[in-house]
């Protein structure tokens, strides 16, 4: 006789399929934004630039203000409301992109779009105050390859879609997905352990922390998140320049950029799991600060590669970092954050990815003009090394 799937597990397979569909369906615009911008009236080179950095950045910076508000409401109403509330938010400001005539209307749903920056988070928030602290590694690893699966192949379904049947309808089919998302998750996710937080008992963000039994972990991976993403998009302004000077301007750049670019989630993907099964065998932090120390160590010699496939190796060896940290941290979280305030917890860490989302393409590009594209990555190198300082300072008196 079959043995009964556990209803963590159920949630987990479904929130999987739902979190790998938003993760592509918010990178499916991102090849030809600004083409598509370009196609609403007649701009020059500056107000074209303007419009396509402001339609980029305007998602992440409301969505990291938005993201604990909807985790405060999730903590008090049930993480599948707002998961729902989300997707359908979500899918109505992307259907709405389809139909846009000007450039500010454009930006201006993608502003709205962050709004209902709430889904992710509280998938995750949902899993870890379900899932058998046993198994919480691996399940949260395996949970974030869906986004990172997803957010890996947008780009190019986006490309595809766009290059077949119009930018418009790309927008459409990504409106109609999340759809798909809002239909599982009303019928299949079952919110098992929700204990609502009274709003009389809703605790400022500064009482919250003084209520944790381990609030300097909780700062520590939330700076780690912030940190983690700035590396990662602190090539994104230069990826293709680099490797345009290492073919010497010969060769396919677009196509090799697009491969490079896209190794770290492969690797991701293959491993986070494995990293996250032994986290629970051995220990969170010490995955999480072993990932740190081989971030740096692939970090530095990126600086000195002489060909192209040298930093495609290399990126790569970033995604096997990458598996080691991200997924580790929500680990922690879900350990030492209590489910009763698990939606707020899960959602400042998605604030953190957010702004990291922000400040890396700042700093990668900023950095480059000033000292050159190595320099992108020994600046990177130094900032996660400050970061396995703070860690190894934070995790130090943890059980």
Known sequence: ?????????????ILWVCDFIMGMGFQLSMPFMSLYIKTLGHFDRFQLNMWSGLAFSATYLISSWMAPIWGKIADRHGRKKV??????????????MAFVQYAYQLALFRLLQGFFAGYVANTSALIASEVPTKHSGK??????????GGMLVGPLFGGVIASLCGYRLTFFLTGLAYLIVFALTIFFVKEHNFTPVPKSQTLSARKLF???????????????????????NSIAPVISLYVQQLLHGKGQ???????????????????ASIFGEWGDRIGTQKILIGGLIFAILVYIPQAFVTNVWQLAVLRFLVGIS?????????????????????????????????????????????ISGIFGYGGVFLSTACLVGGNL??????????R
Do not use: H
């Not at 998961?83 to 709405?96: E, H, P, R, W, Y």
């Not at 750049?253 to 491993?271: K, N, Y």
């Not at 300082?389 to 943890?398: A, E, G, N, Q």
């Open 83 to 96: 998961m729902l509330i989300s997707t359908i938010g979500d899918g109505a400001m992307v259907l709405c």
């Open 139 to 148: 399940a949260l690893s395996t949970l974030s390859t869906g986004t990172t």
């Open 210 to 232: 003084r209520q944790l039994e381990y609030p300097q972990v909780v700062l520590g991976m939330l700076v780690t998140t912030l940190i983690i993403q700035a590396g990662n």
């Open 1 to 13: 006789m079959r043995a009964k799937i556990p209803g963590w597990k159920k949630n987990l397979y």
């Open 322 to 366: 990458d598996a080691a940290l991200l997924p580790q941290v929500q680990s922690l979280l879900a350990k030492y954050s209590p489910n009763e305030y698990s939606g707020r917890i899960f959602s400042y860490n998605q604030s953190a990815q957010f702004l990291g989302n922000i400040f890396g393409p700042l700093i990668g590009s900023t």
């Open 253 to 271: 750049v677009d196509l090799m950029s697009g491969l490079i670019a896209a190794l770290p989630g492969i690797a991701t993907i293959i491993i």
């Open 389 to 398: 300082i703070w860690v190894r300072s934070s995790t130090r008196k943890i």
